[in-house]
């Protein structure tokens, strides 16, 4: 069994793109959890051993219940039955907050700062604070993590690990790793997604992160023309560039902001740009 995981002191870096360049990903693909199996039946050969197994059944039953959530299939964010244990999906891992990279203390999305010792995480769409699981995949080790920033983005990445997580899941020389995540609670159960979430937090499609203000400009009045309200956000990259970040819309449905990331990477596919979906905070 997990042990609880208990941060004190969450940071988490910014999320950065690279200077005039648009990065797209594949859409994680929602992976379900397995029910379980059937306790089996077990022969106890003297009255120790049934003491030891009653004692133990005890101690299990008085473990406070973890509490789900259930979710329609279809329904806005990450579609998962109505007995669902959880968010889960897999893909590869990276990992920020070396020496140089200039990570280090800067403001993440949730405004602490990032702290590379410490076991924090950048992911996409699931709510800041949240905890989840990962697991390598590739060696089997797993450790629990503190969602505080947005990224990665990087096509085919889904989750960017403190420096210290990539040296606890054993990936930290090799830069990335095939990992499986599941959100959990702080006992490390399963736990499902808030479905007002989509609501409190809405989808928004990031389409590029520019420096230049012409460009910026030019951006940002096409993509208003289409689509309406466009904002930006204020960035940094690994060199230390600042960026503005180039946002469209707010869905509350991740169907309708994946139809119009579609609709944007067609109006702008002469260009290279592969939007991607991420949260509005």
Known sequence: MLSPFHPTNWSKAATHWIHEIQVAFDPPVPVVLGTGGFLRRTRLSSPQVAVLVALAFTLHCTRPPATFTSRRPGSPGVPLPSDSHGYVEEGMASWYGGDGDGFSGQPTAS?????????????????????????????????????????????????????????????????????????????????????????????????????????????????????????????????????????????????????AAEQIAKLLKDRGVEPFITRQR
């Open 111 to 259: 405004g602490e700062l990032f702290d590379p010792g410490k076991q924090t995480c950048a992911h996409r769409t699931l709510p800041l604070g949240s905890l989840i699981e990962v697991k390598n995949l590739e060696n089997g080790k797993r450790a629990i993590f503190r969602v505080n920033d947005r990224g990665p983005f990087a096509r085919g990445r889904v989750v960017d690990l403190s420096r210290h997580g990539a040296q606890e899941l054993g990936f930290l020389a090799q830069g990335v790793a095939r990992v499986r995540i599941r959100t959990v609670d702080v006992m490390g159960a399963p736990a499902a997604l808030d479905p007002n979430l989509d609501h409190t937090d809405p989808y928004v499609i990031q389409v590029a992160a520019l420096s230049d203000p012409g460009n910026l400009a030019s951006l940002r009045e096409e993509l208003e023309n289409t689509f309406g309200s466009v904002t930006t956000q204020d960035a940094m990259t690994r060199g230390g560039l600042t960026v503005k970040r180039v946002r469209v819309g707010s869905y509350t449905n991740r169907r309708d902001a994946e139809k």
